[in-house]
């Protein structure tokens, strides 16, 4: 669903911002002809899409190659061949300089990420990538475009009230989209997108506890997708939550018919983590109704999707507990002891992208009873013994992860501290207009230099710390002498006996010390990434830029703005005052 709609977007978007003459339109618009047609994941549009791309790429044609490697995201049924297209898509893009299709490519990465691998770390990522680039754009459905899926990366990590407001702004906007004269093709997408965003927010209610404004949603859903194929998938969603709050208000029976008539849709959608609550929610449901032997069934069918995918939403971990329970109570210690193990896989797959869960998914089921069982199930099991070894020794190296990363984290703290006190040190005494502790200057070699000559370079170095010249990319020693009209030799001993340090360092704390202040003092430097920091300060290498961070400051960049921000947050939330 969300694909197909991004691939329409991603034409009317291209169409909208590129303009070509009549010749060269029509003789890649016979190219697309051939194979624009084909269903998704589809290899013999292949050969077309090839002449396409060599078309585009002998020609300099950048923004016809960035929809040739759309095309490949779109055609190939492979996942990594998905991801190099998207690459490539994401470097034609730069090369043509327009950022709306520079922010496109890094949605299209975002969106395999997400959709065909539920990956959902790397797909925010390139969704804050694109952000940036987006940031400016007058094309308003690029922009909402994008915040809807960071709604969705921050609503599955759980913070549903911050993604819950991006998807109002996204129903405000496609909504509105829907109800004025448009072509036919804006109408479609636009209405895709309000429907997308609706069922999005559904599920923020629902897990926010708000099920009487998730209910007025479902219906409002259910009315707009009524009789129309073009909406068949969007449907499912909404009769898939429609049966799940009909479970929490105990009507089981109208669950299983809900959920049961969403499967279809869903199933043809290739949407298996919602495929997994719907087989979930109709075994409770059936639980609830005294069918267990049906509950099971459709427990183990959530098992069978985790096998195969190897990703299982947060809230499905209760899929495991029930099992674990049931055979329990049956003393099947066979089918007891696989489940376990599934939900200790379970549990580590998610504690990946939920590392803050982890004291809560050990409270829930918790640790020590696991192990007792283990226990009893090893004395009666004697075949299983190396298999419960191995459960306990998977346990113990989780708890031990945690223990680490702990240690880690209060390391990291103390070196955030150490550098907060260092900054707000340096604010106080320039609010002071006191002059801060200087480097230690030898006189013995500053005296065998002209004392003008030197006062006067110090004043134009002063100058160009104050101007931030330093972060011009590619400054050397020899351009900067040449900025300053002297030369490197006598410019790198001034530096060295008045600084008290070389050129290169002296360059480094400069930039570092620059960025460093950014991030500390305005909070819209703490969206950027690392790339783009880099930049920023001046420093062309992401890497290098992350090691000298860490030699001058003590702590990583990204370590840096993540307790920044969590400093924010903690302040707003004690202060009662929404985030800023």
């Known amino acids: 669903m969300i694909k197909k709609l991004f691939f329409v977007l991603f034409i009317v978007i291209f169409q909208f911002s590129f303009s070509q003459n009549e010749k060269e339109y029509s003789a890649y618009y016979q190219l697309r002809k051939k194979y624009e047609n084909l269903e998704e994941n589809n290899s013999k549009a292949f050969p077309y899409i090839q002449a396409y791309i060599n078309k585009a790429k002998k020609e300099k044609n950048y923004e016809n190659l960035v929809q040739g490697y ?7 049924p492979d996942n990594e061949q998905k991801l190099k297209y998207a690459d490539s898509m994401i470097l034609a893009a730069k090369l043509s300089e327009n950022k ?13 990420y997400y959709y065909n691998y539920k990956r ?25 475009q994008n915040l809807y899926h960071i709604g969705v990366v921050k609503s599955y990590l759980g913070y549903y009230d911050e993604a819950s407001k991006l998807f109002k702004e996204c129903i405000d906007y496609y909504g509105s989209k829907t109800k004025v004269n448009l072509h036919p093709n804006e109408i479609y997408n636009n209405k895709k997108g309000y429907l997308n965003s609706l069922h999005q927010l559904i599920i923020c209610y629902r897990n926010l506890g708000k099920t009487k404004e998730a209910g007025l949603l479902i219906q409002t859903g259910l009315q707009e997708t009524e009789n129309n194929s073009d909406y ?104 007891q002891l696989y489940f376990t193990s599934q939900l200790l896989k379970a549990d580590n797959i998610i504690s990946k992208d939920f590392i803050y869960l982890s004291p809560k998914i050990h409270k829930e089921y918790d640790t020590k009873t696991l192990l007792e069982d283990k226990k009893q199930l090893e004395k009666a099991n004697s075949w299983g013994t190396f298999i419960i070894l191995g459960l306990i020794i998977l346990t113990a190296a989780l708890i031990i992860l945690l223990v680490i990363r702990y240690r880690k984290e209060k390391h990291i703290q103390q070196k955030y501290i150490l550098l907060e006190e260092r900054l707000s040190l ?50 050397t020693i020899n351009k900067l002498a040449g900025q300053l009209g002297t030369n490197s030799n006598y410019l790198s001993q001034v530096i060295n006996d008045c600084k008290g340090v070389n050129f290169n360092k002296y360059l480094s704390e400069l930039r570092i010390n620059y960025i460093t202040i950014l991030l500390f003092e305005n909070r819209e430097y703490l969206k950027y990434g690392i790339e783009s920091l880099a930049k920023e300060c001046g420093i062309a290498s992401r890497q290098n830029f992350s090691d000298l961070f860490f030699e001058i400051n003590g702590i990583r960049p990204t370590d840096f703005i993540r307790k920044r921000r969590q400093e924010r947050e903690n302040k707003n939330n004690f202060s009662g005052l929404n985030p800023i």
């Open 70 to 76: 759309k095309d490949g995201v779109f055609y190939s």
């Open 100 to 112: 709306d299709l520079i922010s496109t490519a890094y949605i299209e990465k975002g969106v395999v």
């Open 120 to 144: 959902f770390q790397p797909a925010l990522n390139e969704y804050l990538l694109a952000y940036e680039y987006s940031k400016n754009t007058n094309n308003n459905f690029l922009k909402y």
């Open 232 to 335: 068949k998938q969007e449907k499912g969603y909404f009769l898939l939550s429609k049966g799940i709050l009909d479970y929490v208000e105990h009507k089981y029976s109208p669950a299983i018919e809900n959920l049961k008539e969403s499967l279809s849709s869903i199933k043809e959608s290739g949407d298996f983590a919602r495929l997994s609550v719907n087989y979930f929610y109709i075994g409770k449901s059936c639980q609830a109704l005294g069918n267990t032997t049906e509950s099971i069934v459709n427990f183990k069918r959530v098992d069978s999707i985790f096998q195969k995918h190897q990703f299982i939403l947060p809230e499905l971990r209760e899929n495991y507990e029930q099992l674990i329970n049931y055979y329990k109570k049956e003393n099947n210690q066979t089918e």
């Open 426 to 475: 340096q604010q106080k005494k320039l609010s002071e207009k006191t002059v801060p502790d200087s480097k230690i200057i030898d006189d013995k070699k500053v005296s065998a230099l002209d004392g003008d000559k030197v006062d006067e370079l110090l004043r134009k170095l002063k100058s160009f710390e104050d101007k931030k010249e330093f972060t011009q990319k590619g400054l």
